[in-house]
């Protein structure tokens, strides 16, 4: 693992949206999983910027991880909503090749299957991961095991009350998603995780520097071999200075 320490979220974007522009300027048919939340805002802020500098993104395809279960696409809170508003209005990205998974759908597994698919069919060059403050990546929730295809999730409490902040009240907040699984996020070339604020430090630090461990999911990342996380000052808090210069974490 590379680690990165930024002074503000907005260099850390813009470090990060430098990554996203070397895949989508070398790869022929770039594809990018992409990430929701508040951690990646800069990110796509930057990326914005690059298009609006010239950065054509008509050739990317992109890949999000999850998308809740049961409000529907044009919900301000959905994750389609939410990649609309950050980043795809704002860029060349044909509407065909965006995939997130259809929280709506009637048939969850089919759904579940056919979103496997579209990744078996368009291997990831980049992946783009937030942690959650139970060290979550995607919505692959602390557990006993980790599902490694897509799949329906029962969102655990901490996330739902951590997600509140973004609903009118706890109870609108919905209790379950579709996320890709640990196997097709391990499977994608590169992999930035990105993690911002003190709420994030003690997580972050189990997360890179403890023990593999399935109930912090985002340790995980620890097996794969091109991870560079992406941190601020806050969420580096806990990382010893030692940690922090190593090349390899
Ligand atoms: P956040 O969410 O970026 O809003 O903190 C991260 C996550 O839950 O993965």
Do not use: W
Not at 130 to 141: C, D, Q, R
Not at 150 to 169: G, I, K, M, P
Request: charged content about 20%; hydrophobic content about 45%.
């Amino acid at each position: 693992m590379r680690l990165r320490v930024f002074q503000t979220q907005r260099d850390a974007g813009v470090y990060t949206a430098a990554q996203v522009e070397r895949i989508i300027l070398e790869e022929e048919r770039p594809v990018l999983g992409l990430a929701t939340g508040s951690t990646p805002i800069p990110l796509y802020e930057a990326l914005v910027h690059l298009y609006q500098s010239g950065l054509d993104m008509a050739h990317v395809t992109t890949i999000n991880l999850d998308e809740y279960i049961g409000i529907p696409a044009m919900h301000p809170q959905s994750y389609r909503f939410f990649m609309q508003h950050n980043l795809f209005r704002h860029v060349n990205v044909p509407l065909s090749q965006i995939h997130i998974p259809d929280g709506m759908a009637l048939d969850l597994p089919a759904e579940c299957a056919r979103y496997d698919e579209v990744i078996r069919k368009h291997p990831i060059h980049l992946q783009v991961l937030g942690i959650g403050v139970n060290g979550h990546i995607g919505f692959n929730e602390p557990d006993d095991l980790l599902v490694s295809k897509t799949h329906v999730v029962h969102l655990r409490q901490e996330t739902v009350e951590s997600n509140a902040r973004f609903f009118a009240s706890l109870d609108d907040v919905p209790k379950r998603a579709i996320t890709m699984g640990v196997q097709a996020i391990l499977q994608a070339q590169h992999i930035v995780l990105m993690a911002f604020g003190e709420e994030k430090a003690d997580i972050v630090a189990r997360a890179i520097l403890g023990e593999v461990r399935t109930d912090v999911p985002a340790s995980i990342l620890q097996l794969h071999r091109d991870v560079t996380v992406i941190l601020d000052e806050g969420s580096a808090s806990k990382i010893d200075a030692a940690s922090r210069t190593a090349t390899v974490v």
